[in-house]
Each structure stands twice: as C-alpha cells, then as structure tokens.
C-alpha cells in the first residue's frame, strides 16, 4: 500500500462530512476566482499527464464551477454538505481541495495510482466529499436524504450537489427531480456541469435534453442559467434568494475543453490524450494567464 | 490450451458480431453511451440503422430491448457488467427472462479488472444473472472462444448474459477449439486435484496446474465459460477421485463459479474438499489489474496454494513463476 494522501492537517472531514463538527466555521473566500481557476486546471494538466490521458476535460470544463463552490464563500467547512456526482469528477475535487488548502499538494502526484487514497473515479474511501457514486445519477437522491436530514435537525446546513448533464439521461434524476419540489427542499442546490459531452461524444447527438432549464422548472425548481465559466456569476447564482421555497438548480453552460485554444477542438473531451507535446501547450496557456 | 504470454487480439466480439448481423438481420445492436468501450463501434459504423445509442439510461434500454424482442427481434444490449445487471435487476428480471426473450445482455469488465472501483467492478454480475430463471450465463475471456461464442448464443434462444473481458483480448484456446454451450473443456488431465476456472481466471489456472504437476501433483483443468447451465457432469468426473478442488473465478465467491460448483458437487455426493479462488466477500478499489488481482488473490499462487494446502499441508508450497507483462501480450497474475 502506498502512503495515505496526506491531508495538510485537517482530517478527511474537510468541507465535506458534517458529521465530524458542530457548529458552523466560515466559509472559504478566495479574492480572484478565474485565476483559481485556472490554478485547478494546471492542477489537473499535471495529475492527468503522469499517465498520459484521463478526465482532464472534466477539470477544464468544470474550473469555474469548482473555484465557486470551493473559494466563493458559499460553503460552510464541516457543516454544509458537498456531493459530487460524476465520480470521474473527482480530479477537480482534488485539485480545488488542494488549492484552498484541504489537501496538501504532494497528495495529488499519488493521483490515479495503484494504492492512492486519491481514486481517478471518486468512491467511499475519498477524502473530503459527503457523497459520491461512480454509479451516476444515483448521488442527487441522497443529497436530498441530506436536505431531509437537516430539516429533521432543524439546522441551517446547505446541500450543493454537483452533477453532470449526462446524468440528465437516467430516470433517477427525474424521480428525485419530482420528489425535492414536492418537499419544497430549497437548502437544496444542484449545479450542473452542462458542457454537452459525454462517453459517446455530444450530448445532443445521444439524446435531447433541452430545453433543460424548462425541465427542471417544469419539475418545481427554481432554475437559473449562466456562463459556467463565469465564476462570479455562478457564486451570485448560488447565494441568490427567492421567496417561493423550491430547490435551486443552477446550470452552468460549459465547453469540455474549457475554451483552450492549445486542445485541438475535435480532441475526445471525455477521456482527454495529452502527449508530452500537447501537455506543454496546454501548461504554457495556462501558465500565460496567470502572469 | 496455450500458456502465456498470449498474443493479443482487439475487438473480437465486436467483428463477430457484426459478421453475424450480415447474415441475421433481426439483430438489433443497443449501447448506453459506452459505444466504442464495448466494440460496438463496429456496428455502429457498419450497420447504423440496426444500431441505437440510447444514452446513459440503463433500465430503459433493458425494457426496450425487451420490446424489440417481442416483436421478432435479437437484441444485443452492450454496457458495463455492472450497469446491465446491478443498475437495472428488476428490468432484467421481469421485461428480459421472465418472458424468456432473445436478448442477449452483454457486460464487459469484469470483476477486478476495472481499475474505476467498485461502482465499475462486476463482482456479483454473475451471481445477480445466475439467479434469474431461463437466464444463461457465460463468462469468457478467449479470442477464439469469444468469436464463437457470438453465433451460440444467438442460436441458444431466450436471454444471455455474456460476459467479457475489455480491451485487450487474450488468445487463449487453439485455433481447433470449438466453442459449445452444453460443455465443459477438459483444458488438460491430471488426478489428484481438479482447477475449475472460467473467463480471466483460465490462464492463470492453467499456469497454477502445471506448477503442480511439476511438484507431483497431478492436476486437472477444467475450463467452464458457461456458468449455468453448468456442464455439471463433466467437472463432477473430474473431481470424483480428486484429493482438492479449487474453482478460479473474476467475482465474488458468493453466487458464481465457486458456488455453482459447490451445489453441483454436493449433489452429486463428491465429497472432495473445494477452494474458491475469487473476490472474497469485500468491495475492492481503483488500481490496475496486475495490482488488484495480486491484492485480492486472483493469482496463479493462490490457486497453488488453495491445493496444495489441502493435498499437502504439512510440506512447503512450491513458488509459482514470475509473470513477466511484455507489451503486446497478457500473462495472468
Ligand atoms: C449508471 C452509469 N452508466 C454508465 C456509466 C459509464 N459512464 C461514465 S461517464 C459517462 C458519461 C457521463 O456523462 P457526463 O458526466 O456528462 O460526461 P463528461 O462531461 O464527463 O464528458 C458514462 C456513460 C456510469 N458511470 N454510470
């Protein structure tokens, strides 16, 4: 076995698993979210180029969503609840984590390997989620088991629930989608990571989600769209307040290759290739946005 | 049958079938958004319009496929082991083999050979298929064996569960093996103790017996793709007048192989003690397939072990082989 992910200090209770404080901590606030942002992706570039390919584009699409979850003081450490969906999202997780300082960056060179408490699909073991399933769409259900849970404890804890739009297909969204308005859960918040990829290619070459937002109002939800890699704009999304009680869901329009010039556009975004070649170009555009 | 390393061949499944689809054009071909992962890329590209990606919706492509069956048709349905048995039982059960259709379910990465954990780890897949009644269950993870699998189970009428290795394909059976639903190979003779293996297993099964052999243990091998029906005549010769049987299995050692060799064994009154090589009752991790099968004991050792501790317990156990990976080829752990 190899050396457990070291944790920088904090137990693997992090942002995620309420269960192992009371009270409610402020939340993490970091001044410039783009350029957290981009520090996730250069995160990633290095932890997906160790092998050569994997859920890089997972990361560049779904920066911004991260940088605001995790640095736009929307989340209360050990006391608002994190899921995460997608499992084969759990790069960015581990990226953002270690960017506001809850995992110690060392940990993400163990990424992917045999051994590493840092699984390329998140599982049961991964540090710092409340919920997670390599299974998808199965994790909206117990997100909302959280939101019953809290109003059972008539405390204040936020869900947020990440899911990807390929999700969108399975049933299990739309049951749950049903139940939380009926239940008006609005500590309820999902964010979508709607960048139109999935296994197959295109979303909307595999099935027809739109118009998406109309769905979900359609179920009882409070939607809002917005440019999913505005980080600023999703913040403002998530904290804003409504007087109908309804869960909110918040879809975030993104491009799987986070609109990097350096990835050929017809690159497989779901299970991204990055030779040597390619991974120098893509930390060299990264890197000139940070200087 | 051969011993490593073995050549490697891609997408066995995925010619066969488009081959066989040549000739029948009642199948139909359905994929869950895992198109190219479960060589159905071929289909997809050779014949579109019997091709349908129904998108990331497992229990609705089971009920689909079934409706497809009831109007004439042969179903294919390709995903993950895990998402067309665990993800969708119920479908499976009541619009699949309850009304005994022609769908054939096919799940690839078995057991521990995902390194994506155990939401993609089919340890059960097997165990969830055998229970269903006028279910066939096949485990395999042979090149050739694999070719010809395709046309039996669509000449076997009613559903199947084809399990299947992903991505790189071992070759092997010789060329001469001829693949049947009805029985088991006898993969190589030998007494005193009897291996029973199917699917990612055989190879390492094969290794182990030889190891044996060479350590005055004469062992048998018998390679049984099809786990139910059970070629139960065949593995009880083999294990009558055996000192040990030990069944080799990619799953967990509740409900598959090891379990339908158990019931088979009791009821034949075969009083030989048995091992089961497999998962042993535990969800396992992310890693590679060499780090997992040596982690949960799915090598060639354990099976080593597994008989000789039962023929031979007082004297050492010999040492299996090292397995060198060469590119190119596949070796059991
Ligand atoms: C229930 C289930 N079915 C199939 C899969 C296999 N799978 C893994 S990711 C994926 C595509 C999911 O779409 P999305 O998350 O939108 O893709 P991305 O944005 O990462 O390209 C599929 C089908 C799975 N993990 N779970």
Known sequence: ?????????????????????????????????????????????????????????????????????????????????????????????????????????????????????????????????????????????????????????????????????????????????????????????????????????QVNSVTTLEPLADKWRAFGWRALEVDGHDADALVASMQSTASERKPLVVIGRTQILGGLKSVPATADGHFLKLDPALKAAVIAELEARLA | MLRPPYEIVLKPYGKALVELARERTDIICLSGDLTRQTETDLFRDALPDRFINVGMAEANMIGIAGGLARAGHTVFVNTFGVFCTRRCYDQVAMAIAYPNLDVKIVGFMPGLSSPGGPSHQAIDDVALMRALPNMTVVDLADAVEISQAVRAVVERRGPVYLRLKRGEIPVVSEASRRFSLHEAQVAKKGREACIVASGMMVPAALVAADVLDANGVSTCVINSPVIKPLDAATIVAAARGARAVVTAENHSVIGGLGSAVAEALAEAGVGVPLRRIGVADVFAESGSREYLFDRYNLGVQNIVDAAWITIAPTKPVPAAPAMPLTAGTYAPV
């Open chain 1, 1 to 201: 076995m190899q050396k457990r992910a070291r944790l920088n200090g904090k137990s693997p209770g992090g942002c995620g698993d309420g269960r192992l404080r009371a009270g409610a901590p402020a939340p993490v606030r970091v001044g410039d979210l783009a350029r957290l942002a981009t520090r996730i992706r250069l995160h990633a570039v290095h932890m997906v180029g160790i092998q050569g390919f994997g859920y890089l584009g997972q990361a560049l699409s779904a920066a911004e969503i991260f940088a605001a979850l995790y640095g736009g003081g929307l989340m209360r450490p050990g006391w608002d609840r994190f899921c995460l969906s997608p499992a084969h999202y759990a790069v960015v997780h581990y990226a953002a984590a270690a960017e506001v300082g809850l995992l110690h960056p060392e940990a993400l060179k163990s990424y992917g390997r045999d051994g590493t408490e840092l699984e390329a699909i998140s599982t049961e073991r991964t540090p710092l989620l409340d919920l997670t399933c390599g299974s998808l769409a199965q994790v909206i259900s117990g997100a909302i088991g959280f939101a019953l849970a809290s109003r059972y404890a008539k405390d204040d804890r936020r869900v947020f629930a990440l899911l990807s739009d390929g999700e969108m297909e399975e049933g299990q969204t739309w049951e749950a989608a049903m139940f939380a308005a009926h239940h008006a859960l609005d500590r309820l918040a999902v964010v979508i990571d709607a960048n139109n990829s999935q296994v197959d290619g």
